[in-house]
């Protein structure tokens, strides 16, 4: 049975494929779920095509009525017109947000259902009732209009906060593109975006000034590195080619006066990991631990512009386990590094010789050459195995940033390269601790 939009081939696989993953995420987030996978198919297309298009009602029949009452609601409401700016021609939107929809109006017809004791077993008259009741409250189509509305709404809340995921997940914050999706990644998207913390760390992201203006791949010139632009000069192996036209006289005066155009050539220099410490002990409670998120993400966007391997590691008085995103890493590893953030909550003490001592233990096993960074963000006034840290950090080749939340850390200033006291947990500290 085909659905109830034009100029949809229902029969073939890719659009079916595309209403199947729909249909599987719900079945995953709701067990027992019945879904047509047309029905599925005509959500992720109102959402996901620029002009859809209703078939003529005359063309259709009597039993998919109520389809064509839910695909033309979500087509003509105001709210879903709204839903739209984040879903036409994105692909993982369109199914991530068509399964909260659809997950969101089953929700609403069981309310629905129980509303008007549907199932509770009072026989005929009593269903009679229920009918009678239904009309006179607005049932029937009304109702259904009323249920595609309120799960249109329901869907909005969150829809801004999956697109933020996915953006944060395909590096577009971070300035680069992406040639993978998430689409196998929409169950755990959907959870992250019910998750109060990270709405509230994607919203200080968002007011950070942008970072990719700020942070650039570190570079040397290199006479036969990358092309980065032009520049003039005498070195003949780097010339325009559109150099070569000149008579020979001009060419050489332009050489012993170095005024040949040549293209600028840079080479990036290679650099050891960004590994981020976070203190979850008790005392980073609130604002603190948020803000110490938020800053250890901005800290992996300025990973993936420079190319450079990411860990995050949380420590109170233990370290806890680490994340590792490589500089190719998909999209699907970042919303794992996400869903670990998400799950951790401030408690315990504070050990921060042992979170550092942790750190380069790794680094060391890795072998590198190049020089890493260290950031640790604490607001703890721990006391540190100075000698055995410096030792540990100089072993490791490893540069130390300190970033102190309200308060301070002799022991800490001490040992770091580079020390940071925090003051106002704002988008502006946030930036000072990416460019340090």
Not at 83 to 93: C, K, N
Not at 217 to 244: I, N, W
Not at 314 to 335: C, G, H, L, R, Y
Request: proline residues 3%; contains cysteine; glycine residues 6%.
């Amino acid at each position: 049975m085909p659905g109830v939009l034009k100029n949809i081939d229902y029969l073939d696989p890719f659009i079916r494929y595309r209403g199947q993953r729909i249909v599987d995420n719900l079945n995953k987030l709701k067990k027992g779920s019945q879904v047509r996978l047309e029905l599925a198919i005509d959500v992720y297309y109102s959402l996901y095509l620029p002009f859809p298009q209703l078939m003529e009602i005359p063309q259709i029949p009597e039993e998919m009525s109520e389809q064509y009452k839910i695909i033309k609601t979500i087509l003509t409401d105001s709210e879903a017109r709204k839903l739209r700016l984040y879903t036409v021609a994105d692909s993982f939107t369109s199914t991530a947000i068509g399964t909260l929809f659809l997950l969101n109006l089953l929700s609403e017809l069981e309310q629905e259902n129980e509303k008007y004791g549907q199932g509770s077993g009072r026989g005929e008259s009593g269903s009679r009732d229920q009918q009678k009741e239904q009309q006179e409250s607005g049932g029937g189509s009304k109702s259904m209009e009323t249920a595609v509305r309120n799960a249109i709404r329901k869907s909005l809340e969150a829809a801004e906060t999956i697109k933020e995921i996915e953006n944060f997940a395909y590096g577009q914050k971070a300035g680069i593109g992406h040639t993978l999706n998430l689409d196998d990644d929409v169950e755990a998207v959907l959870r992250l975006a019910k998750n109060t913390d990270i709405k509230h760390i994607l919203e200080i992201l968002n007011k950070v000034p942008d970072i990719s203006k700020t942070v650039k791949r570190k570079r040397v010139p290199a006479s036969r590195g990358e092309v980065e632009g032009y520049t003039k000069g005498s070195d003949v192996e780097r010339v325009v080619y559109s150099e070569l036209a000149y008579p020979d006289i001009y060419f050489y005066l332009k050489v012993a006066e170095g005024k040949l155009l040549l293209f600028e050539k840079v080479m990036y220099l290679t650099m050891g990991p960004i590994y981020v410490l976070v203190d979850k002990s008790g005392s980073m409670d609130g604002k603190k631990i948020l803000w110490a998120k938020a800053t250890a993400l901005a800290l992996f966007m300025r990973s993936r512009i420079e190319r450079r391997a990411f860990y995050l590691r949380f420590f109170d008085s233990e370290p806890f386990d680490v994340i590792t995103v490589k500089p190719n890493a998909k999209p699907s590893q970042v919303v794992k590094m996400l869903e670990y953030i998400a799950l951790v909550r401030n408690s315990g003490g504070t050990d921060i010789s042992k979170a550092i001592l942790t750190a380069c233990n790794d680094i060391i096993r890795l072998g590198l050459k190049e020089v890493s960074d260290i950031v640790i963000i604490t607001d703890g006034e721990d006391r540190i195995a100075r000698s055995l840290v410096k030792k540990a950090l100089q072993h490791a080749k490893a540069r130390l940033v300190s970033v102190m939340i309200m308060g301070d850390n002799e022991d800490l200033k001490s040992l770091s390269d580079n020390y940071m006291r925090v003051v106002e947990l704002s988008e502006k500290e946030i930036l000072q601790v990416v460019n340090g």
